[in-house]
């Protein structure tokens, strides 16, 4: 099977790096015949490394599609890209699943395609042994899955409650781009603008349409109005109103 790959390159703007996932997230491996160290290029330690050499930027956009993979390897990369001080943008390709989906709560901005998905589960892991080792898996696997709660969490703010998170992590749950949006899993679908701006530009447009009617109509002038006295006229009146009272 082909190592993992990892995609790292310079961005055209200045400042600026590109990180592609686009692969499982695994640790490096050793070859049974040889006892080689196999890198791959998606462990915590190569993108360490990657974003050394870098040095100093300013922003480091994450492109991801990726199933998933080691929980070891993920929470490193998460942590490594949530302390980087440059700004992170997340882009979600296709698929951000399991372990891909905890990488890419490390966004300050999570971008998602109409079209893509994110997939969350509960932590799993094989295991043999004694009775005890049994019951000591099962009491590591929670823990270990806590920690991947704590990052939807503290990503999704007041919008995801950990109720409503575990239903999710027990129904091993897709997610569409609108879904993640409404659960805080993502900040934008892209082409979609804000609805808030929308909101406010068609406010905006409003009031600037009516401010112009405003100053185009014509003036209304009152029917009484409508037909000015001659000073003649203005007597004839009052005689008239004064006779009538005499009366």
Partial sequence: MAKPMLIIKQSIEPGTIDLYLYDDIAADGEDWWTGETIESETSANSIKSQLDAAGNIQNINIYINSYGGEVK??????????RNPAQKTVYIDGFACSIASVIA?????????????????????????????????ANDIDVIDSASCSSYLAKAGNKLTQ????????????????????????????????????????????SIQEEIKQKHDPVVVPKELTKQKTNAEKLMAAFKIKNAEVK
């Fill in 73 to 82: 390897e993920g929470l490193g990369i998460y942590n490594l890209l949530k």
């Fill in 105 to 137: 709560m490390a966004g300050d901005k999570i971008i998602m395609g109409t079209n893509t998905l994110m997939m969350i589960h509960h932590a799993s892991m094989g295991v043999y042994g004694t009775s005890d080792d049994l019951r000591k898996a």
């Fill in 163 to 206: 109720e409503t998170l575990t239903q999710l992590l027990d129904g091993q749950t897709w997610l569409s781009a609108e879904q993640c949006v409404q659960y805080g899993l993502a900040d934008e679908i892209a082409g979609q603008e804000d609805t808030t701006i929308t909101a406010a530009k068609q406010r905006l447009k409003q």
